[in-house]
């Protein structure tokens, strides 16, 4: 059975049976080959000799699996086998030779040695990096040499990295490789001289550009046993990196058009922009919010100018380098406002923390401010806010130290900054410094295209907030659209979470409005006073005519009115014959 041994049986059998693992080999007839000491010991076999004997003699059922192995060629990792009340993990692997199957391996151990298996376990991971699959399975390319630099081993990969073949190298010394041209330098050379992982770029005889990395493996006495090169082919790398950088730049510009779409589509969260003045308003937030500058958002009360802030700050590199952080200039007092902005030291005034505290320009480092109600500032902090902005640096009170800011300034107004200039209540250079680029967001009145989309946004919000299927009649969608909203968004959104939560049936009618959108509504001109009858019927004429004038048409009147055709045209028929 001498075949089966790779190396001299006497040297092989010694150190396998120095061995703590059982060791147990058979050849294609199930003899036993090879049982070592542990095998014996932990198989309970002392005093017989197995050499020789059929393994079924020993264990009918583990022949079994063996049997399988012979057939099929495949491993048995990890298995767990009961063997006279002991329970053992066994790895059994097929024996090749000529890629024929010989016999089989099997190394078993008891569970029980659980300190045993951890002290060799590095044994086994030697065993298990020497096995072909895990070589063979690496995508780098594998060049294993021994610690004289004589190469043992290459896989697969690095044949088809290199454009070289196994037999080219294996067998030859790395020194002569690289006299050869064989590769530009070698980092085996190097890693044996220098005894430490080594990475380089180095040009095989094929003309491929490889970046190598050497690792040494060193034996207990710290020698270098074997040097484990990885190889990978850095036309690949570059060809990939190549291709990243254009992707990353197709991203960003189809990132950019998409947002662009998205706000023709109005699709900008709680943004609607259905008509063209919000749509020009979010272009230009779109635009703005990639370059590092000073905004000035001004529109009326409700207007959303705080949401178009934080969507410029959400859509700029400062989203992910700093906070966005928010204070109404208007409702601190300004005594308190000037170290909220700018902080303080420790023992700056009475009450003071003796620690100091950081202001909003310190926290929000790398990020944005948003400083609302901005007109509301005084001309001594106008001044402050003024040389925080040219100088990028602030100064605590209590403190002579200034510090560098890095910070982008959005502010909000819904006041006349320029007519406060005028006027001597604002700074003028103040002013223009907060103005680099301005945004106007008209009032909802200026844009109905979008209250339309507003009610279904909120009524869907607040329909699945309170758990609620509310609708609206479609009287009262046209007096909403109609409506003037002088709040704006807020009013719009206030108004219809208040009907979603109060309406006690699914439907709002205009008697659920409150009095002040519906007696808007029914604010009709009536010729005369007098009896009820004839206020109403005025009342029906002129809604009659209202609709018309608004939809365009009797049928198109009828329909919103949810009242017949023929309705609208003998009333409007008996009312020109009256007058």
């Excluded at 995508?139 to 080219?168: C, F, H, M, P």
């Excluded at 009170?397 to 819904?414: C, Q, Y």
């Amino acid at each position: 059975m001498k075949h089966l041994f790779l190396n001299d049986e006497l040297f092989f059998r010694t150190i396998l049976d120095s061995s703590h693992n059982g060791i147990v080999i058979v050849d294609l007839e199930g003899i036993i080959v090879f049982f070592n000491s542990a095998a014996k010991k932990i198989l309970c076999l002392n005093d017989e000799k197995p050499e020789g004997k059929p393994f079924s003699s020993i264990n009918l059922k583990a022949w079994e699996d063996f049997k399988e192995i012979l057939i099929t060629g495949k491993p048995q990792l990890g298995k767990k086998f009961a063997f006279n009340g002991k329970t053992l993990i066994v790895n059994r692997t097929p024996i090749r030779s000529h890629e024929k199957i010989i016999g089989v391996l099997s190394i078993f151990q008891d569970i029980s040695e659980l300190e045993k298996i951890t002290s060799e376990l590095s044994t086994y991971r030697r065993m298990v990096q020497e096995m072909d699959a895990i070589i063979e399975s690496s995508y780098d390319g594998l060049y294993i040499t021994d610690g004289q630099a004589n190469t043992l081993r290459v896989n697969s990969s690095w044949e088809k990295i290199t454009g070289l073949r196994a037999k080219d190298v294996i067998g030859k010394n790395m020194a002569d490789l690289e006299t050869k041209g064989y590769f530009s330098k070698s980092v085996t050379l190097m890693v044996i001289e220098e005894k430490r992982p080594l990475t380089i770029q180095a040009r095989v005889i094929t003309g491929k550009e490889v970046l190598v990395s050497g690792s040494p493996i060193l034996d207990d006495d710290g020698n270098i046993s074997m040097v484990v090169t990885n190889v990978r082919d850095l036309t690949d790398i570059r060809r990939l990196s190549k291709q990243l950088v254009q992707s990353k730049k197709l991203s960003e510009k189809y990132y950019n058009k998409l947002e662009k779409l998205r706000i023709q589509l109005g699709e900008h969260g709680n943004i609607i922009t259905e008509s063209k003045a919000m749509k020009d308003v979010m272009e230009l937030a779109l635009r703005i919010a990639g370059v590092d500058t000073h905004v000035l958002i001004t529109g009326e009360t409700g207007v959303g100018k705080d949401v178009v802030a934080k969507f410029i700050h959400n859509n700029s590199k400062r989203s992910s380098s700093g906070l966005f952080l928010k204070i109404n200039c208007g409702a601190i007092p300004e005594n308190l406002l000037e170290t909220e902005l700018f902080g303080y030291e420790g023992g700056a005034f009475t009450g003071a923390s003796p620690k100091g505290k950081q202001g909003l320009f310190e926290s929000a480092e790398g990020g944005t401010i948003m400083l609302d109600e901005i007109g509301e500032l005084s001309l001594g902090l106008q001044v402050k806010l003024l040389m925080a902005i040219q100088d990028l640096e602030i100064t605590r009170v209590g403190s002579v130290k200034a510090k560098k800011i890095n910070v982008r300034l959005i502010s909000i107004t819904n006041r006349d900054l320029k007519k406060m200039v005028e006027d001597g209540n604002f700074r003028e250079d103040l002013y223009f410094r907060l103005k680099v680029v301005p945004i106007y967001i008209p009032p909802l009145r200026e844009r109905r295209d979008d209250i339309l989309h507003l009610i279904n946004s909120f009524l869907q919000e607040f329909n699945l907030k309170y758990g609620k299927e509310i609708h609206f009649s479609r009287m009262v969608i046209d007096h909403l659209v109609s409506y003037d909203w002088p709040g704006n968004v807020r009013e719009l959104r206030n108004l219809i979470e208040r009907l979603v939560v109060v309406t006690p049936h699914d439907e709002i009618i205009m008697d659920d409005l409150p009095d002040r959108q519906h007696y808007d509504f029914l604010n009709f001109p009536i010729n005369q006073a007098g009896p009820l009858k004839e206020v109403v019927r005025q009342f029906e004429i002129s809604l009659m005519q209202k609709a018309i004038d608004k939809h365009g048409g009797v049928q198109q009147a009828a329909r919103h009115l949810e009242i017949d055709p023929t309705t609208i045209y003998r009333r409007l028929k008996t009312a020109n014959q009256q007058s």
